[in-house]
């Protein structure tokens, strides 16, 4: 079938298919409104229209251009995340902040990609990151609760969303999966050995490309042997992440070598990235300028850091922040089969 037949999403027959998955997603924002609500949570809606998208060197924004009353004009950006804005608030005082709302991210479409979708974002000041664990698992429990789901299902893999989450470092995921003792290449300081870690994949038979930098070996070890071994029978919560794959969060204290990090997967989706926020100004500034300084190597492109932000961090208490893709919760709880079938209006250019 040929783009040009077929039906868009409008269509009666289609949304008819759609609709009750549409209605299911209404009941869940619902029931997680009312969740965070019940523990002390304050909802915000943050600004879509910032000075800087984000500086993650994988994260591509749109962009538009602010026209002044002076007739001057501002480059801005649709937010990847309100992470920036959120943490302002926490520096303002807030203590529990939660914002569910629209995020963009430029150059992702897929099943489980769409260029603007939902994120529920929720900061708890002075409570350590592992809390966040528990509160994924709840929402899991909530979503499943809320739809009458009783297994998640994606792809023929399936997870009891009531049972308790299994939990593995990426240092044993790596070990378990690949033989490969990843914390090796990582020193104390925050450096990577590329040659050990290259060495490595090629003992595992892990395909990799010459130009292939550290942070392109680690992902490649996680897509081929981490991510399609975790998420199966029961969420995984897959933490402390080495800290060059952490760029917004605090070192462990434990191990210098990674990061308060963790990600939550379920049958082979991922649905939230959470970390143990890190404060440090100067820290932080290092780590988007090296993150920025890859992203114009890669693509000709870097944005410009949020300076009101970095200001904010040296006043931000310590806090723990997770980031969850809602449309996914909602596939996954739901039954559809891709992300925008739990939208109500899909962004154009979308396959039906």
Known sequence: MTSASRSPWWTPHVHADRRPHLVQRNRLRSAVRRWFEDRDFLEVETA??????????????????L???DGEQEPLYLHTSPEFAAKKLLAAGERRLVVLGPVWRNGERGALHAPEFTMLEWY?????????MRDCAALLQLAAETTGATRFCFRGREVDPFAEPERLTVAEACERFAGID??????????????ALAAALTRAGIRQAVDDTWGDLFTRLLVERVEPAIGNGRATI??????PEAALARRSAHDGRVAERFELFACGVELANCFGELTDPAEQRRRFEAEMSERERRFGQR?????DFLAALAHMPEASGAALGFDRLAMLATGASRVEDVVWTPVPGGDW
């Open 303 to 307: 944005y410009p850091l949020d300076e």
């Open 182 to 195: 990843l914390l090796a290449t990582v020193s104390a300081q925050g450096e990577t050995d590329r040659e």
């Open 48 to 65: 879509a229209l910032q000075r800087s998208p984000g500086n993650e060197m994988g994260l591509s924004a749109f962009s538009t251009v």
């Open 124 to 132: 708890r000041a002075g409570e350590p990151y592992e809390q966040l």
């Open 67 to 69: 026209h002044t009353a």
């Open 238 to 243: 897959l933490c402390e992440y080495p800290t």
